[in-house]
Each structure stands twice: as C-alpha cells, then as structure tokens.
C-alpha cells in the first residue's frame, strides 16, 4: 500500500503450526525496514483487509479463532497510528 511518506507491507504470517499472527511492516521510500509490528494472541489470527482511514491511520480486518473450543472464528478489526500502535 503506497502513501506520500511511505509505503506499508501487510502480511499474514506463521510462527508454528499451532500459532499464526497478524504482522505489519512500515518501509521507507528506499524499501528499508522503519518498524515491524506482530498483532495476534494465543490462538491464530489471519488478515482479511487492510485499508488507509484517511487520517494517518489504517483499519486492519482480520479473524481470529480465539473461541475455547476453536469451532469458529471471531472477527477481529482495529486500527492502527502511523507508527503502527493501536488505536
């Protein structure tokens, strides 16, 4: 996703098959590494979509299976500052 200041790369990642989290990684106009953020808890976690608010922050949308008995999957959306905090 490109931007004035800088361009964002959005992907989903598995740490261990048991595991998956939400990962964003801020790049600088030359493709060099600003900051590196993991999102996620116990359970796993995928990205759905990724979209630009307009205001210096970004909705993430994803789904985790978070439930006890892992039968379904929860939806999990928040939004994150130019540095890549949550909201």
């Given at each position: 996703i490109g931007g004035s200041s800088f361009s964002l790369f959005v992907?989903?990642?598995v740490a261990a098959q048991t595991c998956g989290?939400?990962?964003?990684?801020?790049l600088d106009d030359e493709g060099n590494v600003e900051w590196e953020r993991e999102y996620g808890t116990s359970a796993?976690?995928?990205?759905?979509?990724?979209?630009p608010t307009g205001n210096g922050r970004y909705a993430v949308l994803g789904a985790t299976n978070i439930s006890p008995?892992?039968?379904f999957r929860d939806t999990l959306l928040m939004?994150?500052?130019g540095g890549g905090l949550v909201e």
């Open positions: 992907y989903s990642v989290n939400i990962v964003l990684v801020k796993v976690e995928g990205l759905e979509d990724f979209l008995n892992g039968d939004e994150v500052d």
